[in-house]
């Protein structure tokens, strides 16, 4: 819940501005990233992903981008609504033979309406 | 369909006291995870099952049991709490590893 906000980097919006999560990941090695919302009180909840032989990838309202080079991620929202705010955790998966997701601290979005 | 069902969602024990923390799973899915979430932490792995029948240690497995009771359930158990164990614990669980994982509501344990 709003525990988990302590501490975090916080990006705040109007509604209706487009937001940008960013995320740099640690393993060059990884091959697949995934972000995640948690709601105050909830689980996070899968949003999109993308694989380590793509660029960019689409989503209702969201865009992931990955940049290799710099290992980068970011989360765009097209049309913020109050509805978005929560915390924005990007995940990484290690090359194969590691099975886990390898979780960041998370970004704290507030959307003012 | 309820995806992943975490119970209890509220605990408090006192130090040295035992519990487990029961989830389960209907999407059946092969892989499941215990993770533990602390106030600007992120969220770290304690345990993790690729494939009924195996378990595996995650970043933070001291402390902590776990035993995949059949495809459907993961249970993680703690057999003496320690104050440094208060935290939220998600369960989760995905097809493969090399897909997204799919979480429950959280269960919040505080030991006292």
């Known amino acids: 819940g709003e525990s988990v906000g302590l501490h975090l980097p916080t990006l705040s919006v109007q509604e209706g501005d487009n937001s940008i999560i960013n995320c740099a990941y640690s393993?060059?090695?990884?091959?697949?990233f995934i972000w995640y919302k948690q709601e105050s009180g909830k689980g996070p909840q899968f949003i999109i992903d993308?694989?380590?032989?793509?660029d960019k990838r689409q989503g209702q309202r969201v865009t992931v981008l990955l940049n290799k080079t710099v290992k980068h991620l970011s989360l765009q929202i097209a049309a913020t609504q109050p509805g978005d705010s929560a915390v924005y955790f990007c995940?990484?998966?290690?090359?194969?033979?590691?099975?886990?997701?390898?979780f960041g601290k998370g970004t704290m979005l507030l959307v003012s309406p | 369909n309820a995806g992943v069902t975490q119970t209890p969602k509220f605990q408090v024990l006192k130090t040295g006291q035992s519990m487990t923390l029961q989830c389960a799973q209907d999407?059946?899915?092969?892989?499941m995870y215990w993770y533990r979430q602390d106030p600007g932490m992120g969220l770290r792995l304690i345990y993790y099952?690729?494939?009924?029948?195996?378990?595996d240690k995650g970043e933070v497995p001291n402390g902590y049991n776990v035993s995949r009771l059949n495809k459907r359930e993961f249970s993680l158990r703690l057999e003496s709490a320690a104050p440094s164990q208060t935290s939220v614990y998600f369960c989760?669980?995905?097809?493969?590893?090399?897909?997204?994982?799919?979480f429950g509501q959280g269960t919040r344990l505080t030991v006292v």
């Open positions: 989760a669980s995905s097809e493969g590893t090399n897909t997204e994982a799919f």
């Open positions: 393993n060059s090695a990884s091959d697949y």
């Open positions: 993308i694989r380590s032989n793509m």
């Open positions: 995940a990484e998966r290690p090359h194969s033979g590691y099975s886990t997701l390898t």
């Open positions: 999407m059946n899915h092969n892989s």
């Open positions: 099952s690729a494939s009924e029948g195996t378990t």
